[in-house]
Every structure is written in C-alpha cells, then in structure tokens.
T-cell receptor, first 119, second 114 residues
C-alpha cells in the first residue's frame, strides 16, 4: 500500500496570503488528522476529519480550516498568513472508525509533511 | 485536558551505550501511550504503544517502554544504541474515547556519537 502523501512538500508564501495544503491518506483510511509542528510550540493538533465530517478540533484560530472529500483526501487552508504560521504541517491517516477500544486500535500513519515558510 | 512532559530535550550518548528517554503524562481519564520517532525531513513513525495488558512493550528494533500508572510515566529505553538511532523522539497520549487526537511532548533529540 502507498503511504500518506502530502503536497506540496515545500511552500513559500508572504504575510496576508492564503495557502491550501493537501493530504491523500492510505487507501481505505477514512480518518485524517492534521498537526502543526514548530520549534517553539512543538506538535499541536489542528483537527480530525472522518467521513467528510470534522470530528475533533484543536485550539487554533478560525484562519485555520479544513475539509475532507468523499475519497477521503483532505485539504487544510490557512487564510491571512502570519509569520508565526511558518511550520511543518503533518497529516496522519487511520483506518477503522478510530473509536474502538484497545483490541480494535488502529495505528495512525503520518505523511512526510509540508514545510510552509511565511515571509 | 492531557499533557505530556519529556524531561530531557537533548540526550547525547556514545554508540553501544544504554539510553533512557523520560516521559511523564497527566490525564484525568484513561489514555493510550505512544512513542514516535522522527528522522530529519521526515514525518513521524510509531515506535511502540501501550494500549492495555502488559505494562512492558517492545519494538522490533530493540527499544522498550514501561507504563507506570502510579508514577504516570512511560519511559523509553534501549540497552545498546546505534548511530542510526539518532533522531528526535516524541512521547504522546491519546484519550481512549476521543478518536485520533494525539497530545505530544516537546520531543527529545537523541544523538548517538561514535
């Protein structure tokens, strides 16, 4: 099976612009989660989508949004970019419903990330 | 809310020496525990996990971690490290009923020197 793919891998934008990042999960996985990784704040959860519905959301401003399509591919959008949005954005996909117990636990698989630089 | 504290931001060791990377967590509900590894310019890879049962869990490349409920710890150990183990290691927790959301520690950079 192909792994989680993220496009683009690198992106440079200027303050005030908006950006869209894409994540294609492993085939058959319906859960996609997004994380932001920065040297100062570490790894922080942005949101999770399951079957086209946002299931969980982290503590980020409304400038950060996402969506999931019927083929489980997901996009996240950041509007009005700020310098502090410079980060590695990781997505992770997961099989199953994601709410089973220990016996039904499905591992999350991470993509290589998109490195966003805001100038 | 949950939180994870990794007690060492950097751990330098010599090749073939033992290593322990420390992780403590805080949660008012039951959690699953994980260690992830990140090599330069790559995403995260799951190293090992504790879901239930035996408190000692092992990975295929010689790492092990022990869940200690009373001390709310999940330290990662390896008896003999290799140069190729150089990477950043993240401890994480997930609330058992909250789907996929992971709360990560700040990370520990393990550097193995020859």
């Amino acid at each position: 099976k192909a792994g989680v793919t993220q496009t683009p891998r690198y992106l440079i934008k200027t303050r005030g612009q908006q950006v869209t990042l894409s994540c294609s999960p492993i085939s058959g996985h319906r859960s996609v989660s997004w994380y932001q990784q920065t040297p100062g704040q570490g790894l922080q959860f942005l949101f999770e989508y399951f079957s086209e519905t946002q299931r969980n959301k982290g503590n980020f401003p409304g400038r950060f949004s996402g969506r999931q399509f019927s083929n489980s591919r997901s996009e996240m959008n950041v509007s009005t970019l700020e310098l502090g949005d410079s980060a590695l954005y990781l997505c992770a996909s997961r099989g199953g419903s994601g709410t089973g117990g220990a016996l039904g636990y499905n591992e999350q698989f991470f993509g290589p990330g998109t490195r966003l630089t805001v100038l | 809310a949950q939180s994870v504290t990794q007690l060492d931001s950097q751990v330098p060791v010599f090749e073939e020496a033992p290593v322990e990377l420390r992780c403590n967590y805080s949660s008012s509900v039951s959690v699953y525990l994980f260690w992830y590894v990140q090599y330069p310019n790559q995403g995260l890879q799951l190293l090992l996990k504790y879901l239930s049962g035996s408190t000692l869990v092992e990975s295929i490349n010689g790492f092990e971690a022990e869940f200690n409920k009373s001390q709310t710890s999940f330290h990662l150990r390896k008896p003999s490290v290799h140069i190729s183990d150089t990477a950043e290691y993240f401890c994480a927790v997930s609330v058992q009923t909250s789907g996929s959301r992971l709360t990560f520690g700040e990370g520990t950079q393990l550097t193995v020197n020859p």
